[in-house]
């Protein structure tokens, strides 16, 4: 049985899709969630704490961090569900738009981490998951900033994992395939490309975000404490299977 009990975490992206059912997943396996997002519906109880933060912006995020340790007098972890789908070809993508994916994704799941280090080293334990994506492992056609941002992340999660373990930092990384949120509305709105997504999964439906969120707390908790530098597809084996059956 997984137990988040009494444990404090950092969710980044916290008011959609994989990041608003990762922040309910922790609070009903007894943990506490500091919720940072652009704008985020204000929220400050026992459970969690709701605030405004950028994660392009590592000031913003040091205050949020410092603010939500003040409130619950704790932090174990981070989880950075923050990220921008950014599609589009080398020749089609201009300079703005491929430096906005890898701020974002990239740049701003490292800023994330960097901004609850310094508090989980002086604890001596933490547990970090960064979001990255199939896309990450995988190359696809007409995705490059994003599938470039995503693989970034693998490699920073890995990084990450050699310099802290020392400091019984766990960091691992969750790869999703297809999941209905709100970022994968535009591809669940018109069925033909709906279709083509489920049809690359062997399990032929989309995930839902709970999915996703179930994989999140299981790295977070103890029950995965020999458990650094690992990449875990919740895609209902999507990067796993290449089928000679078409559809
Ligand atoms: N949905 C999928 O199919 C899928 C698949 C693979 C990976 N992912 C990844 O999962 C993560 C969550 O995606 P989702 O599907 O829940 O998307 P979503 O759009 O529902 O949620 C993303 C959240 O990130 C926030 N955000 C964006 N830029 C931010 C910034 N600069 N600062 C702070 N917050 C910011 C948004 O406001 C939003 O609340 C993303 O990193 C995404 O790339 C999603």
Redesign the pocket.
Known sequence: MISLHDKTFVV??????????TAEQIIRLGGRVIG?????ASRKDSQQLNLN????SLSALEEAVSQGKAHFGALDGLV??????VPGDTLTTDEDTWNDAL???LT?TWLSVKSVLPELIQQKQGAIVT?????GMLGCSANTP?NVS?GGILQLTRSLAADYAAHNIRVNSI??????????EV?SAFEPAEQAFVSMHPMKR??Q?AE?ATAIAFLLSDAASFITAANIPVDGGFSGVKDILVG
């Open positions: 980044t992206g916290a008011g959609s899709g994989i990041g608003a059912a940072l997002d652009r704008t985020l933060a950028d994660v392009t950075t569900c923050a990220g921008i789908s701020a974002v994704n701003g979001i990255a994506s199939v896309y994003y995503k790869s999703p395939g297809y999941i209905a949120t709100p970022m994968t591809i989309p995930g975000p996703v």
